[in-house]
């Protein structure tokens, strides 16, 4: 099972960028997806999350009303739209499934975005 995480790059402030979350082996459809971020020197942290049917969707107040968390079931991919790039934006980011019956969590390996002012 592996989840990857992609559409990173480095880019200017005020630019977007649109994040993609794959899945091999795991079947997408029946978990939440999260996106989280890890800047240098911090812990990684909850960004945005939406339910399995691509209802719902969260996110913590900073990013609010730049980014946008999606998801195509039948594509198994979850985006991150992300506008409006600020440099406290960098971080990579990373994107899980679940949790399952089990209460275990899926990750992705990250992909890295920075901003520069």
């Known amino acids: 099972v592996q989840l990857q995480a992609s559409g990173g790059g480095s880019v200017q402030a005020e630019s977007s960028l649109r994040l993609s979350c794959t899945a091999s082996?795991?079947?997408?459809?029946?978990?939440?997806m999260g996106w989280f971020r890890q800047a240098p020197g911090q812990e990684r942290e909850f960004v945005a999350a939406i339910n399995r049917s691509g209802g719902a969707p969260y996110y913590i107040d900073s990013v609010k009303g730049r980014f946008t968390i999606s998801r195509d079931n039948a594509k198994n991919t979850v985006y991150l739209q992300i506008n409006s790039l600020k440099a406290e934006d960098t971080a990579v980011y990373y994107c899980?499934?679940?949790?399952?019956?089990?209460?275990?969590?899926?990750w992705g390996k990250g992909t890295q975005v920075t901003v520069s002012s």
């Open positions: 082996g795991l079947t997408l459809r029946p978990y939440h």
């Open positions: 899980q499934a679940g949790p399952d019956f089990y209460g275990k969590n899926y």
